[in-house]
């Protein structure tokens, strides 16, 4: 007999979302571009309540009735505004479903729920029977459904509480919290039941039972009812349109379901079932399970409620997986300030290695550890020998020199740990240094799991009526495996803690080392303590941007506004940064900070703000804090207070007190008179808890009616005397820095933009459309930059010098020898002025804004 080639990833291969039918508790149309019938369910004629249905190459506009056409045109045009197609169905990237609930289609008073999607080049319509018009809206009850999940911030809590309400709301005699594993199988975490039902709680699934390509479809539809597994399918006609193409079915609401499927679901007795997407950050985290013993067809509008709160308890899901990463980090800080107290200026790292292996192990439980630092090993409870450690050494060798190595089964990864399996086999490795490679290694004992899986993990091959087939498993007891060569698995909360062991280890090592050690290995180790520390406070900026983006979410009353609102953040943060980094990140000067700050938020109205008072070095830590605040203040008197008008002026007054706290006085005067405000936003509580929170000093506002005062208070220990200044004032840098003269005026009407960024490509684009540019060609490369020049000769150009691999000079020379302007763009500051001789224009610095591209776009025209 001759193989048909069927194996265990043949699940992978059904076309589950082109199956040529439907199930029967609605009907299904497809239309092509002319709105002619294409495809039909067979049972068309019988969901609409009429002896006929709509022809296969009729018209539907001659049977639905002209009210009802209109719903669905409206509905057509928006999926094609969505999406960026003109109705030619050539685009379906976007995967966008359009609801219309109550639809009078015949003319008759009987209503139909609706649901409309493209498919490549089809409309498809489907429709089933409406609920009437006192049922449509289920959301009614959300609310108080999100009000109880808000109660819980642990995740497994969460979890439970959602599937609870979630029964409350559908009425499944079952709803489950369905996890995925990184290895594709899922697990039960939550269960809410009726009584008389077994538990499936923690059961384990293998990969197999949602194979990879429907875990796809459940990212791009996220909800599939299954309403009746006896119902028999109901066939589109024709199955196949003239190509040999069946219709593709991935956002359908009605698509049928696989027999295999069936078969599995009536082996565990269910007769109806619901799945919603649970997704997390783009990615499918699991599902909302939801099994019923009688068959079940929930209404349209109750499907779309339940799919609304699935994605509403997803974001809360992520807050609480948020939080609880932001615990962890906090033991790991916590971690490494008892780990500096207690090694440093102490012996060799690897002699102290039982102080490491006890402090650790009350973190990251572990059964024994290494240490091998600049060739010497030591060891302590379960662990190799150091002949048979150093066999694994060339291989950890060969891995990131800042990767952190992990496994349950080291064996599986690297052989040679075989020898030692009886004593170890799980293993967490931590590089510590560069050149030589030294390591600390915590290792686990093997240890038996016992994973409680529903039914066997495997799919058997059976041959049926119709040749060989991938049958589902004909048991769900639960049953032990037994999983043996692996240790306990580590956690992704106890890698997050191995990181800042790593950076602590760094720095614990720097400090021990002898003066000799130090000259051998000084350009290595630096380096590496400047990737962590790099690493360090980029984690730090972007955690921090993240939360003005969450806390101001509530302050902006459009896209525009909220744009501009985080812009101005950001932009502040920016500015204080770009003064500390030029110092080489030693304190800065205070007045120096309020100038630029002035000059880049109010422009000519500076003269109306004097800074009187000793100016002063502010220390890092406390310069960003101060930014922010004083960016707060100045925006609210330039929209509210004092600087909103023509007349009024701010008084900045810097001091210090005889405990060498720094003292700063905001007076307003001469504005319009002053309300306190209405509500308390964002930008209130940066001003008035951003300094004592952080700094442990003081702030006081007032809302006089003759103009806003503020007080604050750094403590002494972040601020030191300034070096004597000029009186002249400062002169903030601009974003753009001038470097040489242009050919004089000019119309813009094409700009090449070279930014490997594609974010900030995306920026600068549509920023420049904004402008009036009518053309913006944005490439990555240089290769990419010169066929634009090859092709349509740009009148300017802004370029990102560092691209990656590559620089852009080539495409400045290039552009010099054919006499097109261009800017460079740059995060390094005015480190760029020193790449040769060019003829750049200027200097245009990141982050920069629409206000920076309008003054480039001005000198072009001569302005």
């Known amino acids: 007999m001759a193989s048909h080639g069927y194996d265990l990833s043949n699940c992978d291969r059904e076309p589950i979302h082109k199956l040529g039918s439907i199930q029967g508790f609605g009907a299904l149309i497809a239309l092509n571009a002319d709105w002619i019938v294409a495809h039909r369910s067979a049972n068309l004629a019988a969901v609409l309540r009429r002896p006929t249905a709509p022809a296969i190459g009729g018209r539907l506009g001659e049977y639905f009735a002209a009210p009802a056409m209109q719903f669905l045109r409206t509905a057509a045009g928006q999926l094609d505004e969505d999406t960026g197609v003109a109705g030619d169905g050539k685009d379906d990237a976007t995967d966008l479903v359009s609801r219309l609930f109550g639809v009078d289609l015949l003319g008759d008073g009987v209503l139909f729920d609706l649901a409309v999607h493209r498919s490549g080049s089809l409309l498809i319509v489907e429709l089933e029977p409406g609920e009437g018009a006192g049922e449509l809206h289920h959301s009614g009850g959300l609310r108080s459904l999100m009000q109880r999940l808000s109660r819980h911030s642990d995740v497994a809590d969460l979890c439970a509480e959602a599937a609870r309400q979630m029964k409350v709301l559908l009425g499944f005699d079952r709803v489950m919290v369905y996890r995925f594993h990184a290895d594709g199988s899922g697990e039960v975490i939550a269960e809410a039941r009726e009584q008389h039902l077994e538990a499936f709680l923690n059961l384990r699934y293998p990969h197999t039972d949602i194979p990879a390509q429907a875990r796809a479809l459940y990212l791009r539809n996220l909800l599939r009812i299954i309403a009746d597994v006896d119902a028999a399918p109901v066939p589109i006609e024709p199955e196949h349109a003239l190509g040999g193409e069946a219709v593709d079915l991935s956002l359908s609401t009605l698509r049928a379901v696989s027999p295999i499927h069936i078969e599995y679901l009536k082996n565990m007795g269910v007769s109806a079932s619901l799945s919603i997407s649970i997704v997390v950050k783009g990615k499918l985290w699991g599902l909302f399970a939801c099994h019923h013993y009688a068959p079940r067809t929930l209404p349209y509008s109750l499907r779309t409620t339940a799919e609304l709160f699935a994605q509403l308890f997803a974001l809360q899901l992520e807050v609480a997986i948020a939080s609880s990463g932001s615990r962890m980090a906090e033991r790991g800080r916590q971690l490494h300030d008892r780990l500096m107290t207690r090694l440093v200026g102490s012996s060799a790292l690897v002699e102290n290695l039982s102080t490491l292996d006890s402090v650790i192990g009350q973190v990251i439980p572990h059964d024994g550890a290494s240490a091998f630092v600049d060739g010497a090993y030591n060891a302590r409870g379960a662990a190799p020998t150091e002949a048979e450690f150093l066999a694994l050494v060339p291989a950890l060798n060969a891995a990131a020199s800042s990767r952190i190595v992990h496994s349950d089964a080291l064996a599986t990864m690297l052989p040679a740990a075989s020898a030692f399996a ?36 495997e799919k058997a091959m059976e ?46 090592i720097l400090r021990m080392s002898d003066e000799q050690m130090q000259e051998r290995a000084r350009a290595a180790e630096q380096q590496e303590l400047l990737i962590a520390e790099l690493n360090h406070r980029v984690r730090n900026i972007l955690t921090l941007i993240r939360g003005l983006v969450s806390q101001s979410r509530t ?96 008084t900045i007054d810097t001091r210090l007190g005889e405990l060498g706290d720094l003292q700063i006085g905001w007076r307003e005067s001469g504005g319009p008179p002053v309300r306190p405000p209405q509500r308390r936003g964002f930008g209130s509580t940066i001003i008035e808890r951003s300094i004592p929170y952080e700094l442990r000093g003081t702030a006081r506002l007032s809302h006089k009616l003759t103009g806003v005062e503020a007080d604050f208070t750094i403590p002494g220990r972040f601020v030191q005397a300034a070096p004597g200044r000029p009186d002249t004032p400062h002169t903030p840098r601009p974003a753009v820095a001038e470097r040489k003269g242009g050919d004089g005026p000019g119309l813009v009407r094409h700009v090449l933009v070279v930014e490997d960024s594609m974010i900030i490509a995306m920026d600068a684009e549509e920023a420049l459309l904004g402008l009036g540019v009518p053309r913006v060609s944005v490439v990555s490369s240089v290769a990419g930059a010169q066929g634009v020049l090859d092709s349509d000769m740009p009148d300017m150009a802004l370029l990102d010098f560092n691209l990656g691999a590559e620089s852009s000079e080539p495409i400045a020379r290039a552009l010099d020898a054919i006499g097109v ?18 003829a750049a224009r200027g200097i245009l610095q990141k982050p920069y804004s629409a206000t920076d591209l309008a003054g480039i776009l001005k000198q072009m025209r001569g302005g």
């Open 422 to 457: 009886d004593r170890a086999c799980g293993a967490l490795v931590i590089p510590v240094s560069r050149r030589p490679r030294d390591y600390v290694v915590f290792w686990r004992r093997e240890l038996p799991q016992v994973v409680t899986w529903a039914g066997r993990p």
């Open 463 to 508: 041959h049926g009526p119709h040749g060989p087939r991938l049958s589902p498993r004909k048991s769900f007891e639960a049953w032990r495996q037994m999983v043996e060569g692996h240790s306990t698995p580590w956690t992704t909360e106890e890698l997050a803690v191995a990181e800042h062991v790593r950076v602590t280890l760094l720095e614990v």
């Open 555 to 650: 302050e902006g009353t459009s896209i525009e506004q909220f744009a501009d609102l985080i812009g101005g953040r950001i932009r502040a943060l920016a500015l204080a940064h770009d003064n500390i980094t030029r110092e080489h990140w030693s304190p800065a000067s205070l007045h120096e900070l309020i100038e630029t700050e002035a000059e880049a938020y109010l422009g000519g109205k500076t003269d109306r703000v004097s800074v009187t008072g000793p100016d002063v070095l502010v220390a890092p830590e406390a310069y960003t804090v101060l930014a922010l605040v004083l960016h707060e203040m100045m925006t609210n008197s330039a929209k509210y207070g004092s600087l909103c008008d023509s007349s009024g002026r701010l």
């Open 821 to 838: 302007p261009y800017w460079f763009v740059t995060g390094y500051g005015d480190a760029i002025a020193q790449l040769g001789e060019t």
